[in-house]
């Protein structure tokens, strides 16, 4: 275990093309969950965490993010625009200058999902080991992912380590868009565009790829009937709770 991360990177770039007609004129995580953009609560999150610098990237329809991210006092917000989209890990690499020598969070800037107990950013700060880890990943049971309907990413020995699901096989796990990247993983990437993916699987190789179970809720946000689907979710489990 090493010191809580003190910088992140919230991954904001995409089209959110499953996302139309909302997408049209409005970038994803500007997209609203019961009232606030999903690009704010999850700054807010970082901003519980202890994150001090928070890295977003940009592309489409970025000025309007920029905008909007104007008026908040913290965590500081540096911006890394792509003139061509970089996907996942090209876009993370592109930013490594900004984000430092330390490890860092890395979130997708459409993740949408309640804690646990303990917030899921302090649960994957307490379990991050760099000796042994170069990628921590937050993961959600496949069968409970709410409005997710896919065969899952990953299976996770007792110890934590991840195995990526092999082809025609279910996997117990998705990776929740949540995680602790070390800047060594980058080494020898790829320049350009490409996935995360990449480098997930040069991590499990060598046995450096680890998880965590989140033990929260988990949605999937993608298209404008599972936006409302969630929205519904939410405003029953507030309801149920007393909370408004």
Same mark, same amino acid.
Not at 177 to 202: T, V, W
């Given at each position: ?39 704010d ?12 610098? =928070?890295?977003?990237? !940009?592309h489409? %329809?970025g $000025?309007?993010?920029?905008?909007? *991210?104007? &008026? ?19 876009? =993370?690499?592109?930013? !490594?200058?900004? %984000?430092? $020598?330390?490890?860092?969070?890395? *979130?997708? &800037? ?26 921590? %990943? ?8 709410? &409005? ?21 096989q ?23 565009s ?51």
């Amino acid at each position: 275990m090493t010191d809580t991360p003190k910088t992140a990177m919230v991954l904001a770039a995409g089209l959110g093309q499953r996302m139309r007609p909302i997408t049209d004129s409005l970038p994803k995580p500007l997209v609203q969950v019961r009232g606030r953009a999903m690009l704010d609560t999850i700054l807010d999150r970082l901003e519980d965490a202890g994150i001090t610098k =928070v890295v977003v990237n !940009l592309h489409y %329809l970025g $000025e309007m993010i920029e905008a909007h *991210l104007k &008026g908040r006092s913290g965590p500081q917000i540096v911006f890394s625009e792509e003139e061509d989209l970089l996907e996942t890990g090209g876009g =993370v690499t592109k930013a !490594l200058p900004l %984000l430092g $020598e330390d490890p860092f969070f890395v *979130l997708n &800037g459409d993740v949408c999902w309640l804690d646990g107990l303990t917030p899921a950013l302090r649960r994957l700060a307490l379990a991050w080991d760099e000796k042994e880890m170069d990628a921590l %990943l937050l993961l959600h049971p496949t069968v409970s992912a709410f &409005g997710y309907e896919g065969i899952g990413d990953y299976l996770m020995d007792p110890s934590g380590r991840l195995r990526r699901r092999q082809e025609r096989q279910i996997a117990p796990f998705i990776h929740a868009g949540i995680q602790i990247l070390h800047p060594r993983l980058f080494a020898g990437a790829p320049a350009g565009s490409f996935s995360l993916n990449k480098l997930y699987d040069k991590a499990q190789e060598a046995e450096r790829l680890w998880g965590l179970r989140h033990d929260g809720e988990w949605y999937h946000v993608g298209t404008p009937e599972e936006l409302r689907a969630v929205e519904d979710a939410l405003h029953y489990l507030a309801e149920s709770s007393g909370q408004r």
